[in-house]
């Protein structure tokens, strides 16, 4: 069963950093890409970024609201997945997911498993 | 960046009936779209992806049609456990945008 447990949210100041993770079981974590997905207190779903995997040199995308102060990174040995957020706004206080990106016979892929979620606010 | 917009943004519906969501993508993404539900307190569940395909275990009530820029998720008989949120996603390029969300409600 795929499983993936978010962890690392909390309480932090505006212009403070957080390291968030994500471990991840019951799959062959190092052939997927994986992307982070955050949602606002009461607002919809907003993609962060995703993590490629190694045949693809682990490089990343990020939404335009979080690139040069959001990092994604990965170790495959551990199968886990980061997120480094840095200079953080209270607009960043968001419940952060994890999730896995299946690639299918059908050309695309899409996000097929999610963790379960880890709050970050982000107040004075 | 490719935009998406869902409506209706609200839909008060009845057990049984007959629910159609439609989302409209601002250009051309061919069939690279999914659609999630997320209910309360929960992670999003995949419905849908490649704009039809229905994903293992869920139930055949939902379906999804379109290509192109206009997309719709059906519920054919509506149940009580499908009274959430709706998310269409694009898959094609990045930034990959959700919509804004259709949220279901009970009549």
């Known amino acids: 069963e795929v499983q993936l447990v978010e962890s690392g949210g909390g309480l932090v100041q505006p212009g403070g950093s957080l390291r968030l993770s994500c471990a991840a079981s019951g799959f062959t974590f190092s052939d997927h890409y994986m992307d982070w997905v955050r949602q606002a207190p009461g607002k919809g779903l907003e993609w962060v970024g995703r993590m490629r995997n190694k045949a693809n040199r682990y490089t990343t995308e990020y939404a335009a609201s979080v690139r040069g102060r959001f990092t994604i990174s990965r170790d495959d040995s551990k199968s886990s997945l980061h997120l480094q957020m840095n200079s953080l706004k209270t607009e960043d206080t968001a419940v952060y997911f994890c999730?896995?990106?299946?690639?299918?016979?059908?050309?695309?892929?899409?996000?097929?498993?999610w963790g379960q979620g880890t709050l970050v606010t982000v107040s004075s | 960046d490719i935009q998406l917009t869902q409506s209706p943004s609200f839909l008060s519906a009845s057990v049984g009936d007959r629910v159609t969501i439609t989302c409209r993508a601002s250009q051309g993404i061919s069939s690279y779209l999914a659609w999630y539900q997320q209910k309360p307190g929960k992670a999003p569940k995949l419905l849908i992806y490649a704009a039809s395909t229905l994903q293992s275990g869920v139930p055949s009530r939902f379906s999804g049609s379109g290509s192109g820029a206009e997309f719709t998720l059906t519920i054919s008989s509506l149940q009580p456990e499908d009274f959430a949120t709706y998310y269409c996603q694009h898959l094609n390029g990045y930034p990959r945008t959700f919509g804004p969300g259709t949220k279901v409600d009970i009549k």
């Open positions: 999730a896995r990106a299946y690639s299918s016979s059908w050309g695309g892929d899409y996000s097929d498993s």
